[in-house]
């Protein structure tokens, strides 16, 4: 390895990275604050820099380059991060760069088509764009020499070496075990959760989100910035730039509360990977199960237990006196953790979710095996919701349109949603060996169980697998009980069963 080989990888990760911070702040903006009239000329040029991306990305003689680091090279992080470089670009690099930019104004079309879609509650608006985003994976997967199926090449690009035949292992389980409990869990009596749903100007909303919770989370503006938009998300361009959205409700008070607890989660993973591994591929989480772990560890086993409130709900009372003046902490503790048999993923509680995300799955799965077409996909969608969950969505945008992942052909993603809630099960039991976590709620110290993440789970970036960290962290590898456990015995008590 000589000093020229390493200047040239140094001086090619510097121009992905910039490529990649300017695809970022305009994906940013587009989901965010941008004008929908200016929506065909942006994206005509999104798609251009995504084409000169792919090109440097992509480029032989990088490759030929990254095998000589992967193999070569002495420091265990500079191989790493070749192999990790070199693994992911062998899965693109026939794609035809004409096509990839194709692709890009694809992804674009149906993200506006989803968007309008939505208004209306039209899914036939949708669905060409979600039939071209199939084909597009389709044609993309073709192009890998992989041996693989179709759908376990999309299930490890969100989580490596995740298969369908360990994600039935995983959804059997949770099928086998919480869909009879939460038949009973429905049998039980109702925990009264109407004034959770009373008007609350948004405004005073966001207020209170800006001056309490924020603060609170030790959301630094230094480093974060909050917005709005429809579908909230959380992206980054490095470790001190890191952007969370979320939505007001009127007649949803904690909706926005909640969806920021969650993507400020995403916010500490990204912020407190080590610095080192900046502008390199291993600056980010390992993988979307992992990611999904630090947002809903967050957003449940911390935001929905009684010291986090015993901390944030005085001042909540504070701001909406006539709506909860006279509601208890307890009643309000109650209420926030009720399960209702719901149509709204990210608005279900935890004990309906990994059934929401087991519905995805296995449409996912149909779609990819061809089972199940995308006309009348919206029949399907509801009449799995009445199998599993018992609910009927009276509209589109209650049902197949409620998500935006689809319209970026991101399939595979849903899945890592309910595991990344398993690992977190797993990360909390280990957590509250370590340290007392409900007193550092109490006391206004969040940033206490934010430090434990960072020192066993975020400061690794995507340095060692899932699996890895996982045994770093707890001891002991994925253990999807944890999970189940911890739903049984939360809602065990809180219903009295």
């Not at 990204?270 to 957003?299: A, W």
């Not at 901390?311 to 009372?317: K, R």
């Not at 398993?422 to 990360?427: E, G, Y």
Request: glycine letters at 4%.
């Amino acid at each position: 390895m000589t000093d020229e080989q390493l200047k040239q990888y140094n001086d090619w990760k510097f121009r992905l990275s910039a490529y990649e911070m300017a695809l970022g702040l305009i994906g940013i903006d587009k989901l965010t604050v941008a004008p929908p009239a200016g929506a065909a000329y942006r994206d005509e040029r999104t798609a251009f820099l995504s084409g000169e991306h792919f090109s440097i990305y992509t480029d032989p003689a990088n490759l030929e380059l990254l095998k000589v680091l992967k193999e070569e090279v002495e420091d265990e992080d500079i191989r790493k991060e070749a192999d990790t470089y070199y693994r992911d670009i062998m899965k693109i690099v026939s794609i035809p760069k004409a096509e990839y930019v194709a692709f890009q104004r694809a992804t674009d079309a149906s993200y506006d088509a989803w968007i309008e879609a939505k208004q209306t509650n039209e899914y036939k608006r949708f669905e060409p764009h979600l039939k071209s985003m199939i084909e597009w994976r389709r044609k993309f997967c073709s192009y890998r020499n992989s041996e693989l199926s179709l759908y376990d090449q999309l299930l490890d690009n969100y989580e490596p070496g995740m298969t369908q035949e360990a994600y039935d292992v995983f959804f059997n389980r949770i099928r086998e075990r919480l869909v009879p409990f939460i038949d009973r869990v429905s049998e039980a009596d109702a925990i009264e959760d109407a004034f959770l749903f009373q008007s609350c100007d948004t405004v005073l909303q966001k207020k209170w989100t800006e001056n309490v919770l924020l603060p609170y989370l030790r959301f630094d503006p230094d480093w974060g910035y909050q917005n709005e938009t429809e579908h909230p998300f959380t992206s980054w361009t490095c470790e001190n730039d890191c952007r969370t959205t979320t939505k007001y409700l009127e007649n949803n008070v904690v909706s926005s509360i909640f969806s920021t607890i969650h993507e400020t989660g995403h916010a500490w993973y990204e912020h407190n990977i080590d610095p080192k591994y900046d502008g390199t591929i291993l600056s980010t989480g390992v993988s979307s199960g992992m990611h999904e772990s630090q947002s809903r560890f967050c957003e449940n086993y911390l935001g929905r237990s009684l010291p986090f409130w015993e901390a944030n709900y005085p001042s909540l009372q504070k701001q909406f006196p006539k709506q909860f003046g006279s509601v208890s902490l307890l009643q309000f503790m109650n209420a926030v953790n009720a399960s209702h048999r719901s149509l709204i993923r990210t608005e279900a509680d935890e004990l309906t979710y990994p059934i929401h995300i087991l519905i995805r799955y296995e449409i996912e799965k149909g779609l990819f095996n061809g089972s199940i077409s995308t006309e009348q996909l919206d029949r399907t969608w509801d009449e799995m919701y009445q199998k599993y969950l018992g609910v009927h969505a009276s509209t589109a945008s209650e049902g197949i349109l409620q998500d935006v992942h689809w319209s970026d052909g991101s399939f595979g993603y849903f899945p890592t949603y309910a595991l990344g809630s398993a690992f977190a099960a797993q990360f909390y039991s280990a957590m509250r060996r370590d340290i007392d976590v409900d007193e550092a709620l109490r006391s206004n110290r969040y940033i206490d169980c934010i430090h434990w993440l960072k020192e066993h789970v975020q400061k690794y970036g995507a340095r060692y697998s899932a699996d890895e960290i996982l045994r770093r962290a707890t001891g002991e590898s994925f253990n999807p009980d944890y999970y189940i456990d911890y739903l049984i015995d939360k809602y065990s008590r809180l219903y009295q069963l």
